[in-house]
Each structure stands twice: as C-alpha cells, then as structure tokens.
C-alpha cells in the first residue's frame, strides 16, 4: 500500500527535482516491483484530506492505473494530517499489508498513536523526500517568501545570521522530532533528498530491515 503525501510543501524544488516528483518517482518504483512480486499494490493520496483512494488489486492494468495517477493527480487541499491519513488506511484495510508512507513530514499534527496502531496492524516503512534549502536558508538578501500548504506571503531577511540560525534550528528540532517518533514507533525510515539517489537509499533500507 502506497500513502502519499500530495500536500502543498510537496511542490518546493530548489536542489534537484520538486519533491512531488521524486515521491511519483518511488512510489511508481514499488509500484513496478509489485508486479514482479505478483502483490496487490492500492495507493491513498492525502494532504489534510484523503484525496483519493485506489484499493489494493493485482495485474499490470491496476499497476499502470496507479503510477498514472502517481504522476499526474492534483489534489484539492494543501494542508497536511498524516494521523487522518494513518487512521483511515488503518480502518479501510482489513489484511494485514506492507505500507510505503512517502511524505516530507512536515506536519504540525501529532500522529504518534495513530502510527503505532497502523504499525501493530500492519508494516509500515517511512520515506522521507526533501529538500536540502529546507534545512538551510541562502544569504540572498531580502526575500520573499509564500507558504505553500496556508498561501500566506512574508518578506525573510535571509541575509541575518539570526534569521537563518533561527530556521535551521526549527528544521532540526522539526526533524529530531520526526526521527524520535518513527524509533518510537518502531517504524523504518528511508530518509533522502531531492539531488540523492532515492533507490540507493531505498535499497540500503531493504537490506537493513533483512539483517533484522
């Protein structure tokens, strides 16, 4: 089962590809390994609503249903909620399923429980797509800046010391964050940026999970 973050913060690209592409491009990645397999592959598109949902089936016209979708569904909200998405995927789906959560994970809600209840229920594995200027604002001056997920518009004197320590400091405490509910959680996390091989880092993360 593919979970996909089609939020807002999906579309910042500024090293590498957007980051809604390399996320079309991983899940149509195990979408694809899901035919060699013989597995059913289902896909949940969410932002802070479930846009869409395709159930899970087999064969090569479903699979190519799926990554069409991958690339090309737009989405009506721009928030985020990945503990609604959690929390219907783990009401919708009654066997027991592997499930790829791809997403950015910036998202203000707590979704804790909801992922250690999925996870009881079902194989949850994390990919993390972002962007390295995520972490670290350019000293380019004054700049103006949109938030893609509320439409809100500021100006960011990015040519401050204390402007750009104060962001990269919100973007480590936001990914400590992130890194402490996955361990809590018992999730596995393949965690790469938007100009990384994201199949490099897919495949160190099989072969992690296999020695376990």
């Not at 919708?92 to 999925?118: G, M, P, Q």
């Not at 973007?171 to 100009?195: H, K």
Request: charged share 25%.
């Amino acid at each position: 089962m593919l979970l996909v973050d089609v939020s807002g913060s999906k579309d910042f690209g500024a090293v590498g590809v957007a980051k809604r592409e390399m996320m079309a491009e991983i899940g149509a990645t195990i979408a694809f390994s899901a035919i060699e397999n013989n597995d059913k592959v289902g896909v949940i598109f969410f932002s802070d609503k479930i846009e869409k949902f395709i159930p899970p089936k087999k064969g090569r016209k479903h699979i190519l249903l799926v990554i069409r979708e991958l690339l090309d569904f737009q989405p009506e909200n721009t928030g985020t909620d990945i503990n609604m998405a959690l929390e219907y995927m783990t009401s919708a789906l009654k066997k027991r399923c592997t499930t790829f959560l791809v997403s950015d994970f910036i998202d203000e809600h707590d979704y804790s429980k909801s992922l250690s209840i999925a996870n009881h229920k079902h194989d949850v594995i994390a990919v993390q797509v972002y962007d390295k200027r995520e972490a670290q604002l350019p000293d380019v001056g004054l700049m103006r800046v949109r938030d893609a997920e509320r439409g809100t518009m500021r100006w960011v004197n990015t040519s401050s010391k204390r402007v750009r320590d104060t962001y990269h400091r919100w973007w480590y405490n936001q990914q400590q964050a992130v890194n402490s509910t996955l361990q809590r959680c018992n999730v596995d996390m393949a965690s790469v940026a938007t100009d990384e091989d994201y199949v490099t880092a897919l495949m160190g993360l099989f072969k992690s999970r296999k020695a376990t």
